[in-house]
C-alpha cells in the first residue's frame, strides 16, 4: 500500500463495553480531505453518531485525535483534540489541550483513539504500542487530576503521559475537563470531562516509540526552521512568554474585553492592577505544555502563604484568572490563583465554573436564591470563602452545585423568576473572558461559533478589529484590519468568513492556536504541510479545507436542531455596559447584529436560516451529507 506520509496511518476503537479493542487503517481520501484533529473528528462522529443520541449514554463517542504536524518538527505541534456530543450544549462539543499526551499517541502508532460504550466499572486504559489493556480502577477513583497523574505515572513509570479526569468529570458534571500534563492542561469546554465520566474511563495512559514518516524531509525541517525563525524573531512574542496570556488583563481591561459582573460590563479598571498583583506575589516562572514549544504561554504560580495558600502548579492564565476576578467582582490575585488550581484538580472547566459563580451571584443579589438556597453562603460578588466552597459542591453535585454543576441555561430554567435574562450562554455554552464590545467580528465568533459561545472556536475576533491581528489573510481577500474601525458592523461578516476558515486550521492540523496568533500564516502552514504529506496544498486550499470542516461541523449542529435562532447572542452582551470606561460610548453596544449575521450567510453560501445552501455543500465535496 502506498505509503501515508504525514500520519500514523491508524486509529484505535475501544470498546468499553465489550472490553475490546481494533486497529484500523485511517481512510487516505478522508484525511486528505478534512486533514485531521477535529476536522477528521467531524466527519467520524457525522457518518457514526445518530441523530440526538444522548450525550451521556454508551452510544455518545467521544475522539481524542492529533494532527499531520502532532510528534514532528513542527512549531507548536503539541496538540490533541477532543471531540463528541456535549452534554452542556448537546450539540457538536470540542476541547483542546496542549501536552505531550497528542505526540505520545502518535508515537504509539495512532492519529485517532475513539472510545466507544460504557464500562460496568471504573476503568482505566493503557495504551503501548500496539498493547493495548483495559485496567480496573478503583484504587484511583474519586482522586484529584494531579493525584491520579502521579498514582499512574508511579505504577506505569514516568514515560506515559496521562490524560485524566478529576472527581467533576466522575460526578459528570457538564462541563467538566479532560485534563493532560500532570493534571495542569485542560481541554476545558463543552464537558469532555463528563463523556469520560458516563463511560466510566477515568485516565488514558500512553506510550509509544514510533516516528511519522515525511515525504520530504530535507525541505520540511527548512520550512520548520523557517517558521521557528520567523516566530522567535517577532519581539511581540516576548511578552508570550515573559508574562504569559494573564499579561494580558490590563490591555483586555482597557479595550472593554474584559466582560465583567457577568457582563454588566465590558471593563473593570483593575486588570493591570491585579496583573501586577499576580507577577508580584504568585509568578514563579513561564513553562511550555509540550516538549517542542518556543512560545512558552504556560505560567507557573503558586500562592506562598496565608488562607488560599496554594502549592507550585501549572496555571492561572488569562481566561481562567478573568473567571475567578472580573466575572465575580473578585479582586484577590492569591484566592484567584487558589480557584484555578482547585478547578483544574476536580477537572472542571475554569471559564463555565466562574461563570456559573457570577450567574449565582446574580441570582443572590436579585433576591432570585437567598443564603438558606445556597446551603447557608452568602454568594455577594466577590466572596471568595463562598466561591471556593461553591467549586466543591459543583464538582461533588451538591445541593445547588448540583443544578449549577448543567450549565447556566439549564440552570435558569429550573430557577426561573427571570434568572433566564441573565444567564449568559449561546446555545448552551457560557462566555469566555473576552467580549464583542471591544470588536465586533467577535459577536460573530460567538453567535455562529460551531459549540457555542467560544472566544477560540474557531478563532477571537477581537484578535482582528480590537488588536489589528491580519493573521496573513489580506491576500485571501480580508479587509486590513489597520482600516477597519472595530466598532464598525458592515464588513464584519465577510471578514468573519476568512477568519473562522483559518481558524479551524489548527485544530485539524494538531497545532496550537497562539501559533497563528504569533505570526504564522496560510502560506506558512501549507508549506510544512506540503512538505510533510507530499499534497500540493497552497493557502487557498488551505481555506477551503477550513470551510469544508467548519460546514461539516455545522451540519452536525443542524442534524441536532439548530438554525439562524440559536446564532443569536445575549441580549446584555448586545447592549451598552452599565459602567467602566465604555458606559458612554454608544457605538460599543451592537447595533444591528441581525445584520451582520446576514452578511455573514451571504459570505458562507448558507440560506436566511443559516443552513448551507446545496450547492455549498457540493462545492466543498459535502454532498453525501443527507437532507
Ligand atoms: S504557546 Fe502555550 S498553549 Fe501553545 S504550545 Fe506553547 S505553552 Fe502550549
Known amino acids: 500500500m502506498e505509503e501515508l506520509f504525514g500520519y500514523a496511518g491508524k486509529i484505535l476503537r475501544v470498546n468499553l ?69 456535549s452534554p452542556l450544549t448537546r450539540i457538536w462539543g470540542e476541547a483542546r489541550s496542549g501536552s505531550d499526551w497528542g505526540p505520545m499517541l502518535r508515537k504509539a502508532g495512532y492519529d485517532i483513539l475513539i472510545i466507544e460504550g460504557r464500562a460496568p466499572s471504573p476503568v482505566y486504559l493503557v495504551i503501548e504500542n500496539d498493547k493495548v489493556e483495559i485496567h ?18 508511579q505504577k506505569l513509570g514516568k514515560d506515559f503521559e496521562i490524560a485524566t479526569i478529576g472527581p467533576a468529570g466522575e460526578n459528570k458534571v457538564f462541563y467538566s475537563s479532560v485534563m493532560f500534563g500532570n493534571g495542569s492542561r485542560a481541554a476545558g469546554r463543552t464537558g469532555a470531562g463528563a463523556l469520560l465520566g ?88 513561564s513553562h511550555g505544555c509540550y516538549k517542542g514549544c518556543i512560545l512558552f504561554c504556560g505560567r507557573i504560580a503558586k500562592v506562598e502563604s496565608g488562607k488560599w495558600k496554594t502549592p507550585e502548579h501549572e496555571g492561572a492564565e488569562y481566561e481562567s484568572i478573568s473567571a475567578f476576578t472580573a ?65 466543591n459542591k459543583i464538582a461533588h453535585r451538591e445541593g445547588i452545585g448540583g443544578t449549577l454543576a448543567e450549565g447556566v441555561k439549564k440552570a435558569s430554567k429550573v430557577i426561573g423568576k427571570g434568572s433566564e435574562e441573565f444567564a449568559v450562554n449561546i446555545k448552551g455554552l457560557e462566555g469566555a473572558a473576552h467580549d464583542p464590545r471591544s470588536g ?77 496568533y504569533a505570526g504564522l500564516t496560510p502560506d506558512d502552514i501549507s508549506k510544512t504541510l506540503s512538505t510533510l504529506t507530499g499534497w500540493d496544498i497552497d493557502g487557498k486550499e488551505l481555506l477551503k479545507i477550513g470551510e469544508r470542516i467548519y460546514n461539516l461541523q455545522r451540519m452536525f449542529d443542524i442534524r441536532e436542531g439548530i438554525s439562524r435562532k440559536d446564532d443569536d447572542i445575549p441580549q446584555r452582551v448586545k447592549k451598552i455596559p452599565d459602567f467602566g470606561k465604555y458606559a458612554s460610548t454608544p457605538e460599543s453596544a451592537i447595533q444591528n447584529y441581525e445584520a451582520m449575521l446576514e452578511e455573514y450567510y451571504n459570505a458562507r453560501g448558507w440560506d436566511l436560516n443559516g443552513i448551507p445552501k446545496r450547492e455549498k455543500l457540493r462545492e466543498l465535496g459535502l454532498e453525501w451529507i443527507k437532507k
Request: aromatic letters at 8%; a negative charge; proline letters at 3%.
Open 17 to 85: 463495553g465489550e472490553k475490546n479493542f481494533k486497529i484500523e487503517n485511517l481512510n487516505r481520501d478522508d484525511a486528505r480531505m478534512y486533514l485531521g484533529g477535529s476536522g477528521l473528528s467531524a466527519k467520524i462522529l457525522y457518518t457514526e453518531l445518530q441523530k440526538g443520541v444522548e450525550p451521556l449514554s454508551p452510544q455518545n463517542k467521544i475522539i481524542f485525535s492529533t494532527g499531520p504536524l502532532t510528534a514532528t518538527a513542527a512549531p507548536g505541534s503539541g496538540s490533541v483534540n477532543l471531540c463528541f456530543k
Open 136 to 153: 480496573d480502577a478503583l484504587e484511583i477513583t474519586g482522586l484529584t487530576t494531579s493525584q491520579k497523574t502521579s498514582y499512574l505515572k
Open 198 to 285: 458516563s463511560k466510566n474511563l477515568l485516565a488514558v495512559a500512553v506510550k509509544g516509540n514510533g516516528k511519522i514518516s515525511i515525504a520530504h524531509p530535507q525541505e520540511f525541517y527548512s520550512s520548520c526552521r523557517e517558521s521557528s525563525q520567523k516566530l522567535l524573531s517577532n519581539p511581540d512574542n516576548i511578552g508570550l512568554k515573559l508574562n504569559g496570556t494573564t499579561g494580558d488583563l490590563g490591555k483586555c481591561d482597557n479595550a472593554g474585553d474584559w466582560p465583567t459582573k457577568n457582563w454588566h460590563s465590558n471593563s473593570w479598571g483593575k486588570g493591570q492592577e491585579l496583573y501586577d498583583q499576580f507577577k508580584k506575589n504568585n509568578l514563579v516562572g
Open 327 to 391: 466575572f465575580i467582582m473578585n479582586d484577590d490575585m492569591d484566592a484567584a490563583v487558589h480557584a484555578t488550581y482547585l478547578c483544574n484538580e476536580y477537572g472542571l472547566d475554569t471559564i463555565s465554573t466562574g461563570a456559573a459563580i457570577a450567574f449565582a451571584m446574580e441570582c443572590h443579589e436579585k433576591g432570585i436564591l437567598s443564603k438558606s438556597d445556597f446551603g447557608g453562603l452568602s454568594m455577594d460578588w466577590g466572596n471568595m470563602d463562598s466561591t471556593i466552597e461553591m467549586i
Open 440 to 516: 465586533k467580528a467577535l459577536a460573530l465568533t460567538y453567535g455562529v461559533g460551531n459549540i457555542g459561545m467560544s472566544h477560540i472556536h474557531p478563532i477571537e475576533g477581537m484578535a482582528y478589529d480590537a488588536y489589528k491581528v491580519d493573521f496573513g489573510l489580506i491576500p485571501y481577500g480580508l479587509e486590513d484590519p489597520k482600516q477597519v474601525d472595530r466598532f464598525e458592523e458592515t464588513g464584519k461578516g465577510k471578514a468573519s468568513k476568512i477568519l473562522h476558515d483559518f481558524g479551524i486550521i489548527p485544530d485539524a492540523i494538531g497545532l496550537c492556536k497562539f501559533y497563528i
